[in-house]
């Protein structure tokens, strides 16, 4: 199948499961993650019905940013401060911050460039070496020091990878884990015009699914939707 089946796919799968957690699937986000596709591919997955994509490098979103068809672009890897400044106008929302430095820097640019900008924050919620990502505990009060510092970025929730496993299930308990420090968040009283605890980023192509039953509001789907990655 092409880029559009898979996509079409895709998104049923996560309307179904949607539906079988007695969930709204419009409530739930599928995030085209373009990591290595062409912007002939994604521009087909945009006629499909794309509304967002995920780049993991601030290079390569710059390097087809101009030539792909109007969407909703979000970074969603690992994101250096001094690179804030060249994709801050360019995309809706942050899913990576993972310290309170980065934070500054973000609300830094975006002051300079007269927005908010959307973030959330990642946890390592497997704890491990290899990921970035804070620790769960660290949550409660990194949210609160970005929302009492930052006046130009909006806390919109939080985002996890957990540890890659082959059967989705493996997964679902982070997932679970993830929902369950979502939902204190919510219940922190950070303030309302710095915050809005509204997003849950979780599941990726092998346990997107799963990621929808516990709760997830945007799911970042690449493989499933392009095939897999020609690592150049």
Known sequence: MGVRENYLEVLNKKNQA???????????TLMAVTKLHTV???NEAIDAGATDIGENKVQELLSKYEDVKPVRWHLIGHL???????IIDK?????????????????????????????LIEINVG???????????ELMDLAKEITDTCENVR??????IP?????????????????????????????EDRALI???????????????????????????????????
Do not use: W
């Open 18 to 28: 949607a539906l079988r957690a007695g969930r709204n699937p419009e409530d739930i």
């Open 155 to 160: 806390l919109r929730g939080v985002m996890c």
């Open 80 to 86: 250096q401060t001094n690179k804030v400044k060249q």
């Open 163 to 191: 540890p890659y496993g082959e059967d989705p299930e493996v997964s679902r308990k982070y997932f679970r884990e993830t929902r369950e420090l979502f939902e204190k968040l919510q219940q922190l009283g950070l303030p």
């Open 127 to 137: 704890e491990e070496e290899t990921k970035t990502g804070i620790q769960a505990e």
């Open 198 to 232: 509204d997003t849950l980023s979780m599941g990726m192509s092998g346990d997107y699914e799963t990621a929808v039953e516990e709760g997830s509001t945007i799911v970042r789907v690449g493989s499933a939707i392009f095939g897999k990655r020609n690592y150049r």
């Open 40 to 42: 002939d591919e994604i």
């Open 91 to 119: 995309v809706v929302m942050i899913h990576s911050v993972d310290s309170l430095h980065l934070a500054e820097e973000i609300n830094k640019r975006a002051g300079n460039a007269g927005l908010v900008m959307d973030i």
